[in-house]
């Protein structure tokens, strides 16, 4: 017989009561987050006129937008991944099937920021860091946010894939009547961490008037919101809260409570500084939004999430969230930023812009990513599972896991 890997061991070792089954609210949610980071980046992309009554609403509505999209989909790719992990696979075909779940929409967008707008501004180095997936680990905002701005958070999404098998060996180790104090320790964390952050230079400041960003300094973002390690945070928790759940020690919030938990830590977050906007604010709702989700799909319950619309959204929601930026950049370009729109103006082209994305991101799931993950996201021997089937998929298959937050 042969010699049983860790791996193996990892995969075939008991979960908990719970049946690990399909999750359409969380697909069907992603969307919802992606939404909100679109709406973000209308708020801060130049579209009304800096100073005007629309620019001063849309900023201030949209403070907790982008930061709470990203902490959703950190969360929900550790939570995720946990939840369909299945034995009879090894390290390198899990890797294998996330970067091609992740690489063919990226290369895809590289490619078409580079072409409209990127290439004559973007140094070789930026343009290899970027294509790599390696951005995030560089504090300089030209090249965390170059050529394709909204991929940087795919450089935090590989550095977890990389570090997955480590992570879930530690997790697994955690009694199940531990759970909840290392949950909440990951928290706590989480929630203390733009303290620590005061402990980097206050200046240079992001120049962005009239923007929830001014003021902030430019190593305090980069440490709070993209470094990979500190986002890392994110992806652990809700690797804790996906063995809560299979464990049967969840708590028993219904959907709506934790929505409503939720709504209550994005109005939060409006009104705390934003070192504290970007995670500690929002990352406890989040949290129990994203279980309590799990486990009125795993108990039958059907909600608007899970609507066939919003499954058709989710599928594409990681191709929308790549390509619009490009969008919304390409389109401000041309109109000319020394342009300033009117509100009516305003509300058109971001319409514009969100129809636009959508249509590609349609597009680029069915003809560029689901091709490339039928082709080679397939394990030997085995046939692809449909979208969000986690019992018949193996570790890091398919559609499990789009994260991918701006």
């Not at 989909?73 to 696979?89: A, C, E, H, I, Q």
């Not at 990226?106 to 290899?128: D, E």
């Not at 939720?262 to 504290?276: H, I, K, N, Q």
């Not at 970007?278 to 039958?300: F, M, N, Q, S």
Request: charged residues 10%.
């Amino acid at each position: 017989m042969a010699e049983v890997t860790t791996w193996e061991k990892i995969l075939t070792s008991t979960t908990g009561p719970r049946h690990a089954g399909r999750l359409d609210s969380l697909t069907g949610m992603r969307f919802v987050a992606a939404g909100m980071v679109f709406l973000s980046h209308v708020a801060t992309g130049g579209v009304f006129a800096t100073g005007s009554g629309a620019a001063h609403t849309l900023n201030t509505v949209t403070k907790s937008a982008s930061t709470i999209g990203v902490a959703f989909f950190f969360v929900l790719s550790g939570f995720v991944l946990t939840w369909s992990v299945r034995p009879g696979d090894g390290y390198a075909g899990f890797l294998r099937r996330r970067l091609v779940k992740i690489y063919p929409n990226h290369l895809a967008t590289f490619a078409l920021a580079m072409i409209l707008f990127a290439a004559s501004q973007t140094p070789v180095r930026s343009a290899l860091l970027n294509v790599f997936l390696l951005q995030s680990w560089s504090n300089d905002p030209s090249i965390y946010l170059g050529v394709n701005g909204a991929s940087w958070s795919l450089s935090c999404e590989l550095f977890f894939y990389a570090l997955f098998p480590l992570v879930l060996v530690l997790v697994r180790r955690v009694g199940f009547s531990r759970l909840w104090w290392w949950a909440g320790g990951v928290m706590a964390t989480v929630v203390v961490l733009p303290v620590v952050s005061l402990l980097l230079p206050a200046h240079p400041a992001i120049p962005v008037t009239g923007s929830a960003l001014d003021g902030v300094s430019f190593d305090r973002l980069w440490f709070l919101y993209i470094f990979p390690l500190s986002r890392l945070l994110d992806f652990v928790l809700g690797m804790l809260m996906a063995r809560i759940v299979l464990s049967g020690r969840w708590i028993g919030l219904g959907v709506g409570w934790s929505a409503l938990l939720a709504v209550g830590g994005y109005g939060l977050g409006v009104f705390t500084p934003m070192l504290f906007t970007i995670d500690a604010a929002t990352i406890v709702p989040l949290a129990l939004l994203v279980a309590a989700l799990a486990c009125a799909d795993a108990d039958g319950a059907r909600t608007v999430m899970a609507s066939r619309p919003m499954l058709v959204l989710g599928q594409a929601s990681f191709a929308f969230y790549l390509v619009h930026g490009i969008v919304l950049t390409y389109l401000r370009e041309r109109i000319g930023y020394e342009r300033m729109l009117t509100t009516t103006q305003g509300v058109l082209f971001a319409l514009t812009c969100f129809a636009l994305s959508l249509v590609l991101a349609l597009a680029m799931h069915r003809w560029i990513e689901m091709p490339a993950v039928r082709r080679w996201g397939r394990s030997r021997g085995v046939e692809p599972a449909e979208p969000g089937s986690a019992p018949q998929q193996r570790i890091g298959s398919g559609e499990e896991s789009a994260s991918a937050p701006v």
